[in-house]
């Protein structure tokens, strides 16, 4: 176990001398953390490593084996409950037989604004010949929704389901989910009560986030429900007699069928040094898998994160993290949160944060692919806060979120390729951050962002980049932007740059809006920034004085902003562009706009996505 090998190098390490433990091929089990503290630390001139033998694959795991013999009959009364489709179909496991004696039941993110870039719990995942199968659902397609018919109040609803209501009355543990008002946040919360009589739903006054809840016409749908149990690969977990019905695909015979149950994280560092994993595969759990707390100089290298319902690797307080060569795959929250400023800290009265005590924490050329799959909106490959600290080098795509979330100063997010996210939402950034003006010295640079789209057919905009509600500070530069619905979203904020980007096959290339809705409410909030900034000698004085005029002048919308060496290719529009935000730094200076013959055999290989301008292109005269 990693426990017997963490007791074994504690008791052989001593200065100066490098210890290695390593790991051969196979499944190691994890119920419980394995914690790691200063006793077990290495130091800069003597490391503690844990990685594969060889080439040899070890799996940390935390998923409970299935077998086909474990399945057992339903009785008389589960089968009619079940759908006409799959009655004579439907097998159940009784877990506590398989020596599960409690499940937690799913239980809604906190009811507050940070909820919305946080999943706080998960459902319980099973895999089938290693494929996560579907909870039964309605209605089916984990893209399908319902329409709320009528909003009764904002925690009951009329819901429009043409009677088929009645089938679930006898419901229990149903979630539901969904957009219910905004295609920008996404919630899932418990059922409370369900009115089959007058089609009502209704859920606790204290389950969705804040700015969530029912609206009509929201989008919704109902899972876990056992009367839904109706097309192959779906399952319904009763989480009080601990049984799990399962629909198959096809027989049971000879396939790996695993239930992930471990509710713990698998590994968690507490004020530990100079500790490295490569190499390992981390699989099938339902909590993040790795914390890391006050710790410097923690290393991941080349491992796999995969099929995890929360987070693959979550730190706070931490410096010198490296996560480099990684895989993640099926990730249900954010892939890698860096996180060093905290909800009680919303005032940014952390010196940490202000004053740009560089913490350089680095995400380096890692791989993630199908994201967010468990809370779709505001999370993505990172969450990067604090000072500092990088995402750099890696391939982003297939999430149905955005892909990076900032907060604080000095970060770089370069030399990434992001594609195919952001896939079921609305009004938000493959790369976001917003309502701050002292979140300064960040760098978004060479960049490639691609067929990035959504199938949302709510109100606003994706972009690949989205500055949000008074963001400033922000420098964008040498990027390409190829076939996305929109390059840049500006909402009010000052001293951004957008220099030297190609935008090329793109529906709109930027919207510069003057934030002005959310001002009035925001401006004592963004002066207690800038004041205590200043207080903390974060600033020059003449930053201050420039960002002050930021709240006092009607110069506060693209104040400072510069828009510069830009080449803009077969766009369908430029976008819509505030009168005041083109008064004071116009977006077309020195930017080259190209249409009609000028477009023609300008890059290298367009089809292959290969933008290089040629060396003997020019402008042609007209």
Known sequence: TLEGAKNKVKSVKKDGISVTVYFRGGTYRFNNAVTFGESDSGSDTSSVVYKNYNNETPIFSGALNIKTEDFNPVDSDTEKRLPNSSKGKVGYVDLKKKGISHLTEYNPVSPDYDSLFEVYDSNVEFYFNDKAQNLARWPNGIDTWRRIKTAETMYDMIAGTDGRINRWKNVKSAVIEGYPRFDWAYSRVPIKNIDCENDRISVSNTSFNNGNYFATNGKYAISNLLEELDIPGEYYLDYKSLRLYYYPPYSTENVNMELAVNENNM????????????????????NTVVTIDNSDNIKFLSCVFRQIALKGISSKKCENILVDGCDFVSIGSSAVDI?????????????????????NNTIDNCYFYDLATQGRTYLGATKISGCGNSIINSTIHNCKSGIIYF????HKMNGNEVYNVLNSARDQGAVYSGRSVVFRGNEIANNHFHDIHTTSDGEGFVSAIYADDSLSGLNIHHNLFNNVEMAYNMNGGVNNKFNNNIVANTDTVFTLNSGDYSFASMASFIREQITKAYNLDAFKKEDYFRMLKFITSETRNGFGDEYKGNVIYNCKTIGSLLPRAVKYSNPMTDSLVLTGDSQKNMFVDEKMGNYTVKADWYLPDT
């Open 407 to 410: 907060t604080g100063t000095d």
């Open 339 to 359: 996180n060093e400023w905290y909800p009680e800290n919303i005032n940014y009265n952390d010196n940490d944060l202000v004053t740009r005590k560089l913490q």
């Open 267 to 286: 590994i968690q560092f507490k004020n530990a040094k100079y500790i490295s994993f490569e190499g390992i595969t981390f699989e099938k759990n339902r």
